[in-house]
Nanobody
């Protein structure tokens, strides 16, 4: 079955960095685009970044452009989110996402808290 397992969240300092990882299994990872979403308390879930199957193209939310980088390692079935210059407003639950053929798949989420 499809599994998306995030890791790497935690407490980050303003201006600091964190790297999230999402280990995928149960589908043809290297043939599919992958995304990171986040949801802050009281807010709707929003797209943070997306990467094409071969990593040749990426898109970002305006709020994270120039600070976050999405990348993937198809040999490891893993997608990453490098988060630099963290801001308190980046505090959220971060989810890995794959749009499957019949339904959407989400990881369990990893909490990122940015605070001094």
């Amino acid at each position: 079955q499809v599994q998306l397992v995030e890791s790497g969240g935690g407490l980050g300092q303003p201006g600091g960095s964190l790297r999230l990882s999402c280990a995928a299994s149960g589908f043809a990872f290297s043939s599919n685009s992958m995304s990171w979403y986040r949801q802050a308390p009281g807010k709707e879930r929003e797209l943070v970044a997306r990467i094409t199957s071969d990593g040749s193209a990426t898109t970002y939310a305006d709020s994270v452009k120039g600070r976050f980088t999405i990348a993937r390692d198809n040999a490891k079935n893993t997608v990453y989110l490098q988060m630099n210059s963290l801001k308190p407003e980046d505090t959220a639950l971060y989810y890995c996402y794959w749009r499957g053929f019949l339904r959407d798949y989400w990881g369990q989420g990893t909490q990122v808290t940015v605070s001094s």
